[in-house]
C-alpha cells in the first residue's frame, strides 16, 4: 500500500505512534508518505519506502495567522495523487481529520480517497471536548472513513463526548527489541553517584502530567530515609515549577534535568521507577516504554492506564494527586530489590505479550484493508 501519514512532529506520544507505525510499515513492504510540518522528531532514517513531504505554509500580510489547515490539506492533496496514495492516516483529529477531510473533498471528482482518524487523547478529551471545538472535532471524526482509538477508555470517552462509537481500539505498540533493558553503566553511575537506586520521570512536562508531583516524591521518599535520585527526562511549561518546588523542598540536588533526550531507552535502562502521575492518560506509552525496559510503574488510576499497568503485578495505581500513597510505593520499591526485580520482570512480560509490533501492526494493516474494502463497495 501508499500510505500517507499526518503527525504532529514535535514532542508528544501522538508523534511518536504515528512515526513508528510508518517504520513498521515500510518494513513490512509498504511506502509511507509522511506529511507534516517538519521531519518528526522519530523520523531519523528516510528512505525510498519512508518519504517525508513538508508542509511549506505562504506568508501573506493578510494572514494574521497561517492558515495550517488549509496548507496541510493542500499538501495531502498534491501527495495523494502524485504519489497515488491509497489511503491518508492522520494522528491526533484537530486539525489533521478537518486538513484530510478537505483533501478527500478535493479529490473527489477524480477519485475516492479513504481517510482514517486515530485518536490519541488530548485530542477528545482536552481539545474536543471544549465546546469550541466539538461540533468540529465530531466532523471531523464522523466524516472519516475509519476511526480508531489507543484504548478502550478511549473509545468509551469519544463515545460519551461525542456519541459517535464506530471505533476500533488498536492499542500503542513497542519494538521488543529497541525497547529491551540494557547495560549503560557509565550513565548509571553519572546519574547516580552514589550508586542509589534511581527515580525517572518521562514527559513534555505539560501541567496534564503533573510532573511537580514527582519532586514532591522524591522529597517524601527521601524523608522515609531512603536514598535515592530522580532524573526528569523532557522538557515543557512546568520545568521551571518543578525546580522551583524542588529548591523549596530542598531536594533540588537529587533531581537531575537531562531535557528531551533522543536515547529514552538508556534513561529507562539505567533507572527503577517510572512515576507517572498524570492528571489524564488515555494510554501512557511512558509506562510501557518504561515497561518494556523492565523498570516497574507508579501512576495515577486514570484513563487508560489501568489497561496498561496491573495494580500491585507490573506497578502500583493511585488517585489523581494521592502523593503520600505514591510515595509509599515508591519508598517499598526503591527499598526492595527484590520486589523491583519481580514486578520489573513481569512488567517486560506483560509488555511483550500485549503490546508488541507484530501483534499490533497487522491490527492497522487489517483495518486499512478494511476500510479500502468498504470504500470500493460504496463507490460501485
Ligand atoms: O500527552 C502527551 O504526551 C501527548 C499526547 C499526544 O497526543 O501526543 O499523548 C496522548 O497520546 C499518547 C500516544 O497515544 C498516549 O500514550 C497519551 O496517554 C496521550 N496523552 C493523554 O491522554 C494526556
Request: hydrophobic share 40%; proline share 5%; net charge negative.
Amino acid at each position: 500500500m501508499n500510505i500517507g501519514i499526518t503527525v504532529y512532529p514535535t514532542y508528544g506520544g501522538s508523534g511518536i505512534v504515528g512515526s513508528e507505525l510508518g517504520k513498521e510499515l515500510a518494513e513490512r513492504g509498504h511506502t509511507v508518505h509522511f506529511i507534516s510540518s517538519a521531519l518528526p522528531t522519530r523520523l531519523t532514517k528516510l528512505s525510498e519506502r519512508v518519504r517525508f513531504h513538508e508542509v511549506e505554509m505562504m506568508s501573506y500580510p493578510l494572514f494574521e495567522h497561517q492558515p495550517y489547515t488549509l496548507a496541510l490539506a493542500t499538501k495531502m492533496a498534491k501527495v495523494a495523487e502524485t504519489e497515488n496514495l491509497d489511503l491518508l492516516h492522520v494522528h491526533y483529529a484537530i486539525p489533521h481529520s478537518i486538513s484530510a477531510i478537505l483533501a478527500r473533498e478535493s479529490l473527489k471528482p477524480q477519485r475516492h480517497l479513504p481517510v482514517i482518524t486515530t485518536l490519541h487523547g488530548t485530542d477528545i478529551t482536552l481539545v474536543g471536548a471544549d465546546r469550541s471545538y466539538l461540533p468540529i472535532t465530531r466532523y471531523g471524526i464522523v466524516q472519516s472513513d475509519g476511526v480508531t482509538a489507543i484504548s478502550h477508555y478511549l473509545k468509551e470517552a469519544t463515545k460519551e463526548i461525542f456519541q459517535f462509537d464506530d471505533i476500533t481500539v488498536i492499542p500503542n505498540f513497542i519494538c521488543q527489541t529497541d525497547y529491551a533493558r540494557h547495560p549503560v553503566a557509565e550513565l548509571r553511575s553519572a546519574l547516580a553517584p552514589e550508586g542509589e537506586p534511581l527515580l525517572v520521570h518521562v514527559s513534555n512536562f505539560r501541567p496534564v502530567k503533573r510532573p511537580v508531583d514527582c519532586v514532591e516524591i522524591l522529597a517524601r521518599v527521601i524523608k522515609k530515609g531512603i536514598s535515592t535520585r530522580l532524573v526528569m527526562v523532557g522538557d515543557g511549561s512546568e520545568r521551571t515549577n518543578v525546580e522551583h518546588r524542588a529548591r523549596c523542598l530542598g531536594v533540588y540536588d537529587k533531581c537531575v534535568f537531562v531535557g528531551k533526550q533522543p536515547n529514552i531507552v538508556d534513561y529507562l535502562s539505567a533507572a527503577d521507577v517510572l512515576l507517572l502521575p498524570s492528571e489524564q492518560e488515555s494510554f501512557g506509552l511512558a509506562a510501557l516504554e518504561a515497561m518494556a525496559c523492565e523498570v516497574p510503574v507508579i501512576a495515577s488510576r486514570v484513563g487508560g492506564v489501568p489497561e496498561v499497568v496491573t495494580d500491585g503485578e507490573t506497578g502500583f495505581l493511585s488517585e489523581v494527586g494521592d502523593i503520600e500513597k505514591m510515595s509509599e510505593d515508591a519508598a517499598r520499591l526503591l527499598g526492595d530489590a527484590t520486589l523491583r526485580s519481580e514486578m520489573g520482570r513481569r512488567a517486560r512480560e506483560s509488555a511483550v505479550a500485549r503490546y508488541r509490533t507484530d501483534l499490533v501492526i497487522p491490527q492497522y494493516i487489517e483495518f486499512y484493508e478494511r476500510v479500502l474494502a468498504r470504500s470500493k463497495r460504496a463507490i460501485k
